[in-house]
């Protein structure tokens, strides 16, 4: 009975199922410089990758209840890089704008969206302030985002 109690709790230590980890997470209002400018809200998420690219799909980003597109990069500097391997830190980064329209990443050609349609509800209900969705193997998985830091709003020239 004691082999069987350790053989177990071995495995639960071992055998980890998540597949991303959130290291770090924050938004930033911002609001242009110019007259008539626009304004809104910039949402940035760091994710250690706990597996490769090749299996692993981010597929939807929840602010609340709204559905914001996304933009994936591996260099908070660059975007267009998707790809990936084990242990890499990876950014998603979703925007809000004032009005209510989104501006994400088309997934089929990776050119800038921008839409202002009836968003649908999330997958679940969950307690925090995000939801990533993502997949691996084909099996969808869930990130929920406790917590948001809220940095100090920026006047964009």
């Given at each position: ?20 980890e959130?290291?770090?997470?924050y ?10 400018g ?14 490769s ?67 649908p ?37």
């Open positions: 009975m004691k082999v069987l109690i350790f053989s177990f709790l071995a495995l639960c230590f071992f055998w980890k199922t998540d597949k991303i959130l290291i770090q997470s938004s930033q209002d911002w609001i242009a410089g110019v007259p008539d626009n304004n809104g809200t910039n949402y940035m998420f760091s994710i250690k990758v706990l597996k690219s090749e299996h692993l799909m981010f597929d939807e980003l929840w602010i609340g209840d709204e559905k914001v597109p996304f933009r994936l990069f591996t260099d908070i500097h660059t975007t267009g890089n998707t790809s990936f391997a084990k242990n890499d830190t990876i950014f998603i980064r979703g925007q809000i704008i004032a009005d209510n329209s989104f501006i994400g990443q088309d997934k089929k050609t990776n050119e800038p969206e921008s839409s202002d349609a009836t968003m509800s999330p997958p679940f209900e969950y307690i925090g302030e995000a939801l990533i969705v993502y997949s691996y193997r084909g099996r969808q998985k869930y990130l929920v985002v406790k917590d948001i830091e809220k940095k100090k709003s920026q006047i964009r020239p």
